[in-house]
Structures are given as C-alpha cells and as structure tokens.
C-alpha cells in the first residue's frame, strides 16, 4: 500500500493555562483528531462545522502556524515537528494555503505581481526573468487571467473574485501536492464562488492536487467534497462520504444542521424543537468532560458526561458517528 501523503493522528490543541490572568483556565479547541488523505488519487476532504468548532485550528496545525499539544501531523511519513531544514523546505513547496480574505494576503504598496515574484526568488523556480513570466502566466491561464490584465496593477484595482484566483494561481505554480483552503470563497458573491470551486475541482483531476477545505457551507462541501469531517466544540462529529453523511446524517448534531437549512417552500415552518441548553464553553475546558453537545442534545443519557463517545460505524465508506446512540449495545436493543 502506498504511503499517505498526510496523516493526522490524535491531533490534540490546548489554549490557555498559562499566564497569570489566564492560570488555570484552558480551551480545548481540537481533540484527538484523526485525518488520512492518500498520495493518489487526488481528493477534497472537506472539514465543516459552524465558528469556533476548530476548524480553523486544524488548518493551522497542519501549515505549522501553531504548535500542536499532542498527537501527531505527518507528512509522507515524516513528523512534521521533527522534520529538518531541507524536509521543512519542501513540506513548504508542496503543502500551500488559500486564506478567506483575498485582500488582506496582499501587501497594498507592491503591485500585484509582487506575490509571484516572492515565490520565485524564494523557491528559486526559475533560470531567468523570461522563464519566470512564462510560469505566471501558465499559472495565470489555469485559473482564467491572464497576466497583461492584472500583474501591474494594485490590489485595490482588483475584485474579490480575481485577489482569490490570484492566490490559488500562486499556489499552483509552486506544484504543491495539497492545498489547504480556509473558507476560499466566503467572501466572493454566487458567481465567483462556482469558479471557484470549479477551479479547485480541474485542479483536482487534471493536476493531482488534493485540497483540505475548511468551511461553515454544506452545500460548497456536498458539491465538491468527497470526504467531510463534521466538527462540533473541536470534536468529530461524524465523518464519512460527503454526500452519505449530508443525504443521511446519524449524529444528532449533523441531523440538526442539515435540518436547520431553509427550504424554499413558504409552505413548510422553518425551525425546530425548543432545547434546553448549558453553556457550551463549560464542556471544552477540559478533554475528559464527555460529550460537548450534552447540552443541546434530545437524546442525552448520563454516560454521554462520564466520557465522550468514540466513533461508531453507522454506514459503509467509512460513515462514522460519535454518539453513544450507535454502540453496540444500544442498537441491540432497538
């Protein structure tokens, strides 16, 4: 078998407990979070939940923008805490990052073509000035721009639209063998927002470029996705097959989720039961403090605080809950 190309395992980031205004208080903002994206053939994995479920946390464990507390991040096998200058290098070149403002990458006094002429001279990826314009240019062409129209100008002579393009152009001429996408069209209206994807997609299939993409949007995840881990307070939810797990969700949470998602019908009332709930918060400060959707939950049971589920097979390809309501013994009982 084939190497992955990442492997997350029992990825764990713990905020807090240090300092003498924050001594003692902690925020579990991912737990034991385990991820696997092979070397081929090129996949989205789509990491979804609503703000503050850890997303982003994951997203910066994996670039390196923050320290992990326990577990492991490894990149072709390799340790990505452990790895020396060389293997940091390259893990630099072939893992590249896609951020949800397309304005605030950019240094407003360079001219635009600035980011491409960094990545040049940084990775020295070009013999000449001429062989350098010639790979903006390709880079250009496969997300549909062309370099004459906007590498002389300013980044506030730019849409939304072209900024994000932009930056996955400058991705792409670095030939990286994954992207990781934090919300990358968020901030770009309908239109621009299915280019886009669809570039992403080409990217995929034609360039063997796996994504990891980070959003709060279902239907961007069921449209492209083909793997999803739903997060809730920094745990797994569910995760599986992106459309199995949006068209037949088995967690309580996901059930709500997708059930919260307006239909067009003014016919059918949109909302759903009243819940009594606890401070959400109080369940993250600690990792042994059970469930983190207690709180919220219709078919809560004492065990779900003495400790948090483990993930129970609910469906084939991989289809997998976290919920005490699919262990063994209760799904005897039904």
């Known amino acids: 078998m084939a190497e992955p190309l990442l492997e997350i395992q029992n990825a764990t980031k713990v905020y807090g407990g240090t300092?003498?205004?924050?001594?003692?208080?902690?925020?579990?903002?991912?737990?034991?979070?385990?991820?696997?994206?092979?070397?081929?053939?090129?996949?989205?994995?789509?990491?979804?939940?609503?703000?503050?479920?850890?997303?982003?946390?994951?997203?910066?464990?994996?670039?390196?923008?923050v320290k992990i507390s326990s577990g492991q991040v490894r990149y072709k096998g390799v340790d990505v805490n452990t790895m020396d200058r060389a293997q940091l290098f390259e893990y630099r070149r072939e893992v590249q990052a896609v951020f949800q403002d397309p304005y605030a990458v950019y240094n407003p006094?360079?001219?635009?073509?600035?980011?491409?002429?960094?990545?040049?001279?940084?990775?020295?990826?070009?013999?000449?000035?001429?062989?350098?314009?010639?790979?903006?240019?390709?880079?250009?062409?496969?997300?549909?721009?062309?370099?004459?129209?906007?590498?002389?100008?300013?980044?506030?002579?730019?849409?939304?639209?072209?900024?994000?393009?932009?930056?996955?152009?400058?991705?792409?001429?670095?030939?990286?063998?994954?992207?990781v996408a934090d919300e990358p069209v968020s901030m770009v209206d309908a239109s621009l927002r299915a280019m886009i994807l669809d570039i992403m997609l080409r990217l995929r299939d034609q360039h063997n470029i796996s994504f990891l993409y980070i959003?709060?949007?279902?239907?961007?995840?069921?449209?492209?996705?083909?793997?999803?881990?739903?997060?809730?307070q920094g745990s797994v939810a569910e995760q599986g097959s992106t459309v199995k797990v949006i068209e037949n969700p088995k967690h309580p949470y996901v059930q709500l989720l997708i059930n919260s998602i307006p239909v067009p019908d003014p016919s059918v009332k949109w909302g759903g039961e009243e819940i009594s709930t606890q401070d959400d918060e109080q369940m993250r400060s600690n990792i042994a403090s059970g469930c983190r959707f207690y709180g919220r939950c219709l078919h809560r049971m004492d065990r779900c605080l003495e400790k948090a589920p483990p993930l129970y097979t609910v469906g084939d390809s991989g289809h997998e809950a976290s919920c005490y309501l699919y262990a063994p013994e209760a799904v005897k009982r039904r």
């Open 19 to 65: 300092g003498f205004l924050h001594r003692g208080k902690t925020t579990v903002a991912l737990q034991d979070f385990n991820l696997t994206i092979d070397a081929r053939p090129a996949t989205i994995t789509t990491i979804a939940g609503e703000s503050g479920s850890g997303k982003t946390t994951l997203a910066n464990l994996v670039l390196g923008f």
């Open 109 to 179: 006094f360079y001219r635009v073509k600035h980011i491409f002429d960094m990545v040049l001279g940084n990775f020295k990826l070009a013999r000449s000035k001429g062989a350098g314009r010639d790979m903006i240019e390709e880079a250009l062409n496969v997300v549909g721009m062309r370099g004459e129209e906007v590498l002389e100008k300013y980044p506030h002579q730019l849409s939304g639209g072209q900024r994000q393009r932009m930056m996955v152009a400058r991705a792409y001429m670095l030939k990286p063998r994954l992207i």
């Open 215 to 232: 959003t709060h949007d279902l239907s961007t995840a069921y449209q492209i996705g083909d793997k999803i881990h739903l997060l809730y």
